[in-house]
Structures are given as C-alpha cells and as structure tokens.
C-alpha cells in the first residue's frame, strides 16, 4: 500500500522498474499495478508476485543484495537503514546481535522488493521532513512465522517503540512489519506540530476489506514549523508592596531590576492598611536571575519583605527581523499565533532613533516607517 500511494502521488512507473531491475532477483518478481477502489475512495493496487513467497535470508544476504545492485547513494542508504531497523528489532526479540538474523516474512522476495521500492519512491521525491500521524495497528491476532501472536505482531510493536499508536481501530492486522520499519526509518516527526499545505495526494488501495476504507493517504506538499509557544523554563514573580519611597526613586529602581535579569518591571497603584496610598512593584524574571533580582529589590528600595511567585508562562513564537525602510534598517519583532498567522511591531527605540535624528515627531515617523514594513513583509508571505 505504500509503494502503490507513492506511485498515486507521482512516481513514475518506468522509472521505478528500471530501478528495481538493478536487483539480482529482478528476474524472480513481477510488480503488477492497476486501479482498485475501497469504500468508494479510489488510488492504485500494488502487487509483487514472486516464484518463492517463502525464501528465507540472512541480514547480511540481503545487504549484499542491495549493495550490488548499485543504486544512487541515498536509495541504497534508506533501503539498508529500513532492513537494519528490523534487523535490531528481531535482535532484540530473539536475543541475538543484529547482525545474526535470519529474516523470515521479511526476508522473502516480495517483502525485499516491498522495502526497496520504498527507498527508491521516497528518494523520487526526496522530501525534506517526513510526516505520519498516529499509527493504527489493529486488533485480533496474527500469524506469523514463529506462531500465532496478538496484533501487533512483536517486530512491528518493537519497530514502532516510541512511535504514537492507536489499537482497536480495525479488527485485524492494520500495520504489519514492513510498513512499520519503513516509517522506523523514514518519518522525521510524528504528530505534526507544523503547518502542513498538501499539494498533491495519493492513495493505495489494500487488499483486505476492514470497517473503515482500506487505503493509505500520502501527500505531497509544503511544511513550515512553527516554534512551540509553550515556555519550558520557570517563571517567577517577584513583588513588593511600598508605601514609604518617593516618585523619584522608582524610575533607577526600575532599571536596577531589568540590569539584574528582570524581564520585565511595572508598577500598580494600591490602597494599603489605614488608606495609605502605594505602589506595588513586580518584575518578573527566569528562575536563574530570582536571587539577583530579588537582591536588588531589597538593596535599592525601601522595602523590608517581597514575595516571590512562581508562575506558568507561555509566549508566542517571535522572531526578530531587520527591514530596510526609507529612513534606513528597523528592528521589527514578528510573531506567530497559535493559527499559523503573522502579526508584527517596529521596535520603538528604533521609531525614536530616527525621529530623534531627522528631528521629526514620533507618531508621523512611526506611521511612515509601519506603511514601509509592512510592503515589505506582505512581499515575503
């Protein structure tokens, strides 16, 4: 199914014969390809027949096989990292090095032809990030070479350790050894977090009949990652209520706190005990600047207690760009919301700079610089 979703999508089918004919058994298969449909979705049937389904090889048989067929550098490295991810999961199983294994299903003619394929239609493609979403294993039984054992068989769940998973979707064998080495090998992130645009899709139709339709969907397209918004590094509070300082004083106090880690100071009005009017200062810091912060607002303040406030914090992605505008080059901090859209701000001490240089008001110099930006960033998208 996936070789058939790979040529759906795009894969010439010359090219992938003339490929497959550098293999030493080329003459012992035929891959036959056809329409098919299930549950009214159609794609294209892959089939490999071949004289012996159950020829048996060792690892090293089959590297040496692919090694000597000679394909592109990429196309033999994929094929030989697919065929090593089973080779350390029936190590593990067995209790035997890797390279001592002796293939069983995977190792018959079909199953080799299955893997290679796979690395010569990806390498077609050559895509920068492999996708999956979670993988549906199925449910029941299944028999294998060394007996009957419940779905999923042990190499697949062993291929698809740390791999996000779904079981009872279907009843029967929904992901069988070979599909789940080729994503073992092959897929770069599981459950994207991305902006994924699908430019072109393919299908390929299995053979089975199950409750839901019996295809796998690949898609072609553009991916943009986007920075989680989640901050992992701890947060803190650090805040004192004052009553006795002057106006005065809370401008450097300010400044003593941002020079020792603080990510940001501001400032409250409050009523405290007896009506006294106050203030209450924050400033809020990581977990690697508390002490010092915290230091500096006991040293340079009038107060004699603080409390400290450990909080969650989550941020948008940002990023800092220069833009060159009609007044010359302008930071600008340029975020991404949890949507995937953009929205961006000149940075002030830049909008001021230059007001300050041509000796013009900052509201009309902003104005002139954001018209600017903006052409120029609504270019980029």
Known sequence: MHLAALIDLGVPEHYLRDELARLSVAGEFELKLARGEKMGISGTHAKVY????????????IVNMIKDAKFETAIEQRALDIFEAIAIAEGKIHNIPPQDVHFHEVGAIDSIVDIVAAAICIDYFD??????????VGSGFV?????????PAPATQELLANAPCTYGGVQGESTTPTGAAIMCASVDEYQPQGIFTPQKIGYGVGFKDFEIPNVLRVAL??????????????????????????????????????????????L????????????CISALCESASVSAVS??????????????????????ARE???????????????????????RWKSEH?????IARERGQDYPRVKAALDTDIANVLSDDD
């Open 295 to 316: 230091d500096a607002l006991l040293n340079q303040s009038t107060t004699i207690g603080l409390r400290v406030i450990a909080f969650d914090k989550r941020v948008l």
């Open 50 to 61: 071949a004289e012996d389904q159950h020829d048996h090889r060792h690892h090293s048989t």
């Open 268 to 279: 409250t009005p409050i009523v405290m005990k007896k009506g006294r009017p106050a203030h």
């Open 143 to 151: 028999d294998c070479a060394h007996g009957r054992f419940p779905v």
């Open 349 to 353: 001490d830049d909008v001021l700079r």
């Open 127 to 136: 895509p920068e990030v492999i996708l999956c979403n979670p993988i549906e």
């Open 221 to 266: 397209g553009e991916y943009a990652t986007v920075q989680s918004s989640d901050e992992t590094v701890e947060h803190f509070k650090i805040e004192a209520n004052i009553d006795d300082m002057t106006p005065e004083a809370y401008e450097p106090l300010m400044q003593v706190l941002f020079d020792a880690g603080a990510v940001d100071v501001y």
């Open 320 to 342: 800092m760009v220069k833009v060159e505008t009609r007044y010359g080059a302008v930071e600008v901090k340029r975020v991404t919301q949890p949507d995937g859209r953009t």
